[in-house]
């Protein structure tokens, strides 16, 4: 994964935030009403820098600095570019079984990432897969109440919000289970 070069995050995160900037300051499309993209612009970024703010800060001191894991800063920002993506594609709308799949999806980049970032020296295997699994449970039932908080508590998704929540947090930690399940296999043939 550290022989990504760094135009590849900064690629991905490039698409995201400008897809972003479409959707809140180009009037009139339809499909991104309602969607909190005013919030998305400004936490999508934010979000996608924190596992490169963080790394850095935790290395800045370390000589030699290691080679920065590219990769798996992108496998944490591509989730954020397949969203906004999926919403510029209408695909939420469009395509019924679209939204279950990002969850699941998306968790398993997520955290396959994050897991890559910081479990290189948890063992033993299933203790990778817990720490990512817990990890990602913890962060679809926080993607969740956000989700609630920034658009569905005042909109038109009300009535159908708890089922389909559930459902969205059930995805999501199903992800982070099959990215530890990854990680633990990648970080045990890693290991001499």
């Not at 926080?142 to 459902?167: K, N, P, Q, S």
Request: aromatic residues 12%; proline residues 6%.
């Amino acid at each position: 994964m550290r022989r990504v070069p760094v135009w590849v995050p900064a690629a991905v995160l490039l698409l995201t935030v400008g897809q972003l900037a479409v959707a809140e300051w180009v009037p009139g499309i339809e499909r991104f009403a309602d969607k909190a993209f005013g919030a998305r612009l400004i936490a999508y970024p934010l979000l996608m820098l924190l596992a490169p703010a963080v790394w850095w800060l935790a290395n800045r001191r370390r000589q030699p600095r290691p080679a920065p894991p590219y990769g798996a800063f992108t496998l944490v920002m591509l989730p954020f570019l397949v969203d906004v993506t999926g919403n510029t594609l209408d695909l939420y709308d469009a395509v019924g079984w679209w939204d279950d799949f990002n969850h699941f999806f998306n968790w398993f980049l997520l955290l396959t990432g994050l897991g890559l970032l910081l479990c290189g020296s948890v063992r033993p295997s299933w203790a990778v897969v817990v720490t990512v699994c817990g990890l990602g449970a913890i962060l679809a039932i926080g993607w969740e109440v956000g989700e609630w908080w920034t658009f569905i508590r005042h909109g038109t998704e009300l009535d159908t919000a708890y089922e389909d929540t559930l459902g969205d947090e059930v995805l999501g930690t199903l992800g982070a289970l099959c990215a530890g399940l990854l990680v633990a296999r990648v970080s045990r043939s890693a290991t001499p």
